[in-house]
């Protein structure tokens, strides 16, 4: 149990400041705000094949694969730096880019096996490109999912924080408490994501 609480609180050790070394942390976008221009639109798994595609034609060191992926979605799309570099380590691990170290830069080369996976899901590639033509997010719908995501964020700090002194006075009954009330939570929330449009307009 003290275990779990080490792994689950945000300040619990060493390990959370090592997430930029994690390639799947970088491709859904940043933590504590809306998503970087374009990135909302990234599902999870596609920026490898997007960065795979930004190599298809050249060679490119990270700061021109970004620069790339933003001229061809006029804008639209910019990965940041915390994205880009942990996936193309992620990508060189596996062998489907080869990195050249020219003066103070890698580059990046797309290998045979990188070009065979991009043409394997080519179909990703072009669906992203797709939705990246529908209308964007509103910015206060933006703005509403950074809050969110900050709330919750602090949720999880305040539980956990508070169940490291309920754990040591192995208060079993507060522990269960808290349970209850997370999971009433949860259950509010698919209530309100599942309820009829038509009852959602009468409640605005």
């Known amino acids: 149990m003290h275990d779990r609480i080490r792994a689950h609180h945000p300040e619990g050790g060493h390990h959370a400041h090592r997430h930029g070394h ?86 990046y080369h797309l290998t045979e096996t990188g070009r065979t996976e991009l043409d394997a899901h080519a179909e990703e590639v072009n669906a992203f490109w797709a939705r990246l033509k529908e209308p964007d997010t509103s910015a206060a719908i933006q703005a509403e999912i950074g809050f969110l995501e900050d709330e919750l964020e602090h949720l999880m700090r305040t539980v956990w924080g508070g169940l490291r002194n309920a754990l040591n006075r192995d208060d079993q009954k507060t522990i269960r408490r808290v349970r209850e009330v997370i999971e009433h939570s949860q259950n509010e929330v698919r209530r309100i994501l599942t309820e009829p449009d038509s009852f959602r307009d009468n409640q605005e």
């Open 22 to 107: 994690h390639p799947h942390r970088g491709e859904g976008g940043r933590r504590g705000g809306p998503p970087r221009r374009g990135e909302g639109k990234v599902r999870r798994g596609e920026a490898r094949y997007l960065l795979l595609d930004a190599l298809r034609d050249e060679p490119k060191h990270g700061y021109e694969i970004i620069k790339a992926l933003e001229e061809r979605s006029s804008g639209q799309y910019a990965p940041s730096p915390g994205t880009v570099y942990p996936t193309l380590q992620y990508l060189e691990d596996m062998g489907l880019v080869r990195a050249d170290q020219e003066a103070a830069r890698r580059v």
